[in-house]
């Protein structure tokens, strides 16, 4: 059981892991509390990418810069400290010599090469807390899922996002498109770019509709983090604008999903956002690419126009593609105040 | 303010208004039950359509036969009553030469002919309270809505009922589409049925389908209150099944929904239910002549096949058709666990 000052320190934790400057992609997250036996703060750290110390060590070092005395402190670490010898020494060791007392984890690593940090904690005699409440572990499974999904799958987890009206529409017959959704819909776009290694359109919708793919706030400014810019497929395309802080942009010249992913891959991308068109959605969906669907669904009804799914090779109704409704969300704004977000899975058999 | 007693009175109104033996049609449907000063029920009334008693005459002739003692009574009735003299007389009348003291009354009559009781209740000295609470009320307004919509517009109410999977489709590309959702909103679609005067398709529907249109319980056999079925078009289709109980069937040689819903509202019909298919929906909506649209949504993808809703005349974005969802209702079976039911309605400016 945690105690309260753990819960607020695990929740505290997951807040720093996410830090908006760290980049995403091969490396997992992580956040750390140091706590003393009275349950006050003697440190925080976190890891900020590829070759920065691990979270255990950022906050050790603090606590030792504060002179804060280590001896029976409680650490409450996001994910399990790692026991292996990378770019860094193995954090089980490191919290073991500095004389911590009790671990309170809130994820076992994935990481075959990582794992057995919780093996090494309890050999040594510390006491290793791993009963997290549920809402705080969800937190924690959240936060390194392209990671996780990476690490079981071996490609990149992708997310699509598509936008449509009631009967199925993502533009009119004139191909006007602007704005089938509202403000809020648009703005969660751009908070969904900040949370992806990338994001991945059609080089149609490139010719199209020259989006700069960009993660922006409300007030056009861009966000922290920019997610690479990938256009993918044959045929020709114009360049994305270039923008001052944008994300690198990336031609992927296939129209296999499997491909595309296995280059985004091996670039390290772990969480793709896939913006459209309807046939590079209809493409990763009839590969079995897709592993989550976030669906804008404006309540109007265009009775014609473009298809926001293209052909998924479906002619009878027993060969649909079910998907399962996991969450369903309001997306009120004054113009369109019954707007809607779905979040979908395909259904595993 | 009601009195306990006074609201388990007027929720059991409008439970025996609602008698499925009842007809719908042109009549309102109205309940009364009559409380001593001690809040004991000493009967109870209701009208069981043209011809027959109105609910307070009913309750008074329950009352008397049992000889019960009115003097000081309270009547609460789902409907102002009426003070005109039809084929029967004046309720409020009745009300006051029974010595009624209090009428608690859930409604006020639209109906400008019969209104009037509630001012003739007051003048003779009666304590009339209108102050109900807001789910009574809103159930006291749903009771008639047909009736109601059919005194304001002088034509039916219409609801117009579509299942579509989520990008839009009714049907696969060979025509497949029995079942794109699951069995609880096929279920639905019967009692849907019980509550209506008649059920529209399009003699496109009869062909293709040779829907039998009855309201049938879970176990096939049919509810006590079947609607009229009526088939709309000028082409021809096939008779409609024959079976026996099942509602009148009504060719609509017409392929205006005004004039189709003109000759219904002539026969009595104050809410139609509209099933279809994408042709028939696509000229109601065209024509403003739907009130209340409900989707069944199966979170599957089709990716082609029949659009659910056919052409609007809409070219651009700019014309869309905007509805607000007013409702939002999981429709869950095993095989389809996240169908959604979704109740919208179109926006006025």
Redesign the interface.
């Known amino acids: 059981m945690l105690q309260d000052v753990e819960h607020r320190a695990l929740a505290r934790a997951l807040e720093i892991a996410a830090d908006p400057a760290v980049p995403l992609g091969p490396n997992p997250r992580v956040g750390c509390v140091l706590l003393d036996p009275h349950g006050t703060v003697l440190a925080e750290g976190h890891h900020r990418g590829a070759g920065t110390a691990h979270a255990e060590a950022d906050a050790l070092t603090a606590a030792r810069a504060a002179s804060a005395p280590l001896a029976g402190a409680t650490a409450v670490v996001t994910l399990e400290p790692c026991a292996h010898t990378g770019r860094t020494g193995p954090c089980a060791d490191a919290l073991i010599e500095a004389g911590v007392g009790r671990v309170v984890i809130a994820r076992t690593d994935p990481n075959p090469v990582a794992a057995g940090g919780i093996a090494r904690l309890r050999a040594a005699g510390l006491d290793v807390e791993l009963a997290i409440p549920e809402d705080l572990a969800a937190a924690a499974a959240a936060l390194n899922r392209g990671w996780e999904h990476g690490l079981a799958h071996e490609r990149p987890l992708v997310t699509a996002k598509i936008a ?6 993502a ?4 191909g ?3 704005w ?1 959704t509202g403000a809020a819909a648009r703005e969660e776009v751009h908070l969904l770019r900040t949370t992806c290694d990338a994001v991945l359109v059609g080089t149609g919708t490139a010719r199209a509709d020259h989006p700069t793919l960009t993660a922006r706030r409300p007030d056009g400014t861009l966000h922290p983090r920019q997610p690479l810019r990938a256009v993918m497929g044959t045929s020709e395309a114009p360049p994305l604008p270039a923008i001052d802080g944008a994300g690198e942009v990336l031609p992927l010249r296939t129209r296999d999903p499997s491909v595309a992913l296995a280059t985004l891959f091996t670039r390290g991308v772990r969480h793709v956002l896939l913006e459209g068109g309807p046939t590079l959605a ?1 493409a990763f ?1 009839r590969a079995g690419c897709v592993d989550e669907l976030i ?1 804008h669904l404006a ?7 473009r ?20 969450d ?1 969300a309001p997306m009120p704004t004054p113009s369109c ?2 707007d ?1 977000r ?1 979040t ?1 899975r395909p259904r595993t058999a």
Do not use: F, H
């Not at 533009?171 to 004139?174: C, G, K, L, V």
């Not at 309540?299 to 126009?305: A, D, E, F, S, W």
């Open positions: 449509l009206s009631l009967d199925g529409r533009a009119a017959a004139d006007t498109s602007q089938l209809a969906l669906v309540p109007t009804l265009l009775g014609g126009g298809p926001a799914v293209a052909d998924l090779g479906i002619t009878t109704l027993a060969d649909r593609l079910d998907l399962d409704l996991v369903i105040p019954t809607l779905l979908l």
